[in-house]
């Protein structure tokens, strides 16, 4: 068979192309485009160079927000998938149990975010809400709305409520993917539970617990729209994430600029703290010791 | 080390099972003695790795008792019965070292730790491992995984036996015989009980004293490889072990003498005696190297010969495998020496010795 030079196959893979020009790297574009101007209105365009970056930099509420947030990622982990790793090993192998949990846990992740930031609004409301009204009639005085320790948690009690059941169910599936033989071995073997946990169950969920958590720190550093329906960002700015901090400035004060450094610099972190996160946990699959 | 015996178990995996099909295992009483090497040889699906769960303690049994060295162990988990067995995969602890995961069983039994050197150090060099000790298992080939699996049913001195469940599945030919050929020293060495389930024939009769054949849920026999193939109990055994395994022609029988389509083929005295109260169809069963297959009546010698027809022959190099039709059947003679076998008539002779009959597919007598 003869062979010819044809370009055409570029046609093949032009849809991908298409697909992620419009959805990735052209509003990418337009947010590195509005981080170097000036922009006044339209027409009224200057270029800054690395200004905006300098300025988001050194903005202290800014830094506030950043430990705030990197506090709040890091209490979702430690409490998240531990929890969900437990619930997932102590779910029903098989049976109408084991539908029933897979149903009850897969409810919270069905609801709106900021329906799900109503719910907690009146169930910790101190007056009429069932867990804030029964935590002040115990003698603890409870109020999101002016406490930042009731607000913050809050805020985590939701966020655990709603994701957890995402980290158990990617648990579960991993665990059910594990071949019965590793059980039977570690039997033979004389394995305790602790030693089945540690030696076969926890490496062979290594490849979905990785995932479980990229997603749930992402979605945690990227939370918006639960605390801002809960708490606005308050009591002051106790509970002002990054993604609240950033629709204030780009929204509430309509600066452009900065808000486009300040969303460059926001995903830049993100990606940096995925890359350490999947490095971290490849090797400890792979590393040799000697 | 220790005899076991197997009292009277029954096995369904169904809950509620009605009839005997529902058994997995219909019926076995057997005893294993201590520093045996078994072979379990059988079909899939014939129950062979349920007995091995059984043993093991991996798998209740529905009914009877397990007993080791007289002790019953029925109720017992698999780690109480201090029981070694390896599986048809690697199974392996990815995140540990090999040394690691051979001294994995001896650590849960709190094994001083310089015995632990001891015996990982031992069995590495046996298995030749030594040199990938300090890797991490994950890495390694399937040949290479397969014998940390080996080794960690190996690593323990202590134990009532070594169960292996067609250890040797994923292994390359080459090293299977070798493998299979380090699995004998130890049993040696050491005196363990092993029993090795397989459905190689081969592989049974070069790793075991004896061999026990499994068939549809029952043990069938239990012999030295001689003994099965000379005197098979049970039609399937003739036919399982043995290439090609045994040739069965239907039969009645009037005094020592098989009928078949005609032919009165004379047997071994006694038959009549013995088979005369069981009913009045047959089988006749003879090795293909046992049936004689000459060109002439006359070439038979003293044994009658018995006119029939080659409808094939196929040349296996060092022999030749010659299918005959005779009386209405088929069977086949393997024929070593070089004489010419032509298709067409021949005549057969059945030295009696070598000639059994069965009846209800097991051997009369």
């Known amino acids: ?290 | 080390m220790a005899r076991i015996d197997l009292n009277e178990i029954r096995h369904s995996y169904k809950p509620s099972p009605k009839s005997d099909d529902d058994f997995a295992l219909k019926r076995v009483h057997t005893t294993w003695e201590d520093g045996g090497a078994y072979a379990l040889l059988g079909p899939s699906g014939c129950g062979k790795t349920t007995m091995l769960n059984i043993i093991s303690g991996l798998l209740k049994p529905s009914h009877g008792q397990i007993l080791y060295d007289g002790v019953d162990v029925s109720a017992m988990q698999p780690e109480e019965r201090n029981i070694a067995q390896v599986f048809q995969f690697p199974v392996l602890y990815d995140t540990m070292t090999v040394y690691d995961n051979l001294a994995f069983p001896l650590r849960n039994r709190n094994v001083p730790a310089s015995e632990v050197d001891a015996r990982v150090r031992r069995i590495a060099e046996t298995l030749e491992l030594t040199n990938d000790l300090g890797k991490r298992a994950a890495g390694l080939s399937a040949d290479a995984k397969q014998k940390i699996s080996l080794g960690r049913g190996l690593v323990r001195s202590d134990v009532a036996a070594i169960l292996f469940d067609e250890p040797l599945t994923v292994i390359d030919p080459h090293l299977k015989w070798e493998l299979r050929r380090k699995l004998k020293e130890i049993h040696k060495e050491f005196g363990l009980t092993m029993i090795y389930v397989t459905h190689d024939q081969v592989e049974a009769m070069t790793f075991a004293d004896k061999i026990v054949v499994m068939y549809e849920g029952e043990i069938v026999q239990t012999g030295t490889p001689e003994e099965l193939f000379e005197r098979p109990e049970h039609v399937f055994v003739g036919y399982f072990i043995g290439s090609p395994g045994m040739g069965f022609l239907e039969c009645t029988l009037e005094g020592d003498i098989a009928h078949v389509n005609g032919a009165a083929i004379p047997l071994e005295p006694g038959y009549g005696v013995r088979a005369s109260s069981l009913g009045s169809r047959f089988k006749l069963g003879i090795r293909p190297m046992y049936l004689g297959v000459h060109s002439s009546r006359e070439a038979c010698g003293e044994l009658p010969g018995f006119e029939a027809r080659v409808v094939g022959v196929e040349d296996q190099g060092f022999c030749r495998i010659v299918t005959v039709q005779f009386g209405g059947q088929e069977i086949k003679a393997r024929i070593n020496d070089g004489h010419p076998v032509a298709e067409g008539l021949c005549w057969l002779t059945f030295p009696p010795e070598k000639t059994k009959l069965y009846f209800n597919e097991r051997l009369v007598g």
């Open chain 1, 1 to 290: 068979m003869n062979k010819w030079e044809d370009n055409k196959a570029w046609f093949l893979i032009l849809p991908v192309f298409i697909i992620v020009a419009f959805s990735a790297v052209i509003p990418l574009m337009t947010v590195v485009n509005y981080s170097v101007q000036d922009i006044f209105g339209p027409g009224q365009r200057f270029f800054i160079g690395i200004e905006w970056f300098k300025e988001v930099l050194s903005d202290g509420r800014l830094h506030e927000a950043l430990w705030r947030q990197l506090l709040f990622s890091g209490l979702v982990l430690l409490i998240e998938m531990p929890l969900g790793i437990g619930i997932a090993l102590l779910m029903p192998k098989k049976g109408w149990g084991s539908s029933a949990c897979l149903v009850i846990l897969a409810l919270p992740l069905l609801i709106p975010w900021n329906v799900i930031g109503t719910i907690w609004i009146i169930f910790t409301r101190p007056d009429i809400g069932l867990f804030g009204a029964a935590i002040n009639t115990l003698g603890l005085p409870f109020d999101h709305t002016a406490s930042p320790f009731d607000a913050w948690v809050t805020v985590m009690l939701m966020e655990v409520w709603h994701w957890t059941p995402l980290v158990a169910l990617l648990a579960y599936a991993g665990l059910r993917a594990i071949p019965e033989v590793y059980y039977q071995a570690a039997k033979i073997d004389g394995a305790s539970s602790w030693a089945i946990f540690r030696y076969i169950q926890l490496p062979k969920m290594r490849g979905v617990l990785t995932i479980a958590l990229l997603l749930r720190f992402m979605d945690s550093f990227l939370i918006y729209a639960e605390p801002f329906v809960l708490t606005g960002g308050g009591p002051g700015n106790s509970t002002t994430f990054l993604s609240i901090y950033l629709v204030k400035v780009a929204v509430g004060q309509f600066d452009l600029g900065p808000a486009a450094a300040f969303s460059l610099i926001y995903f830049l972190i993100v990606l940096l703290f995925c890359w350490l996160f999947y490095q971290a946990l490849q090797a400890v699959g792979t590393g040799d010791k000697q």
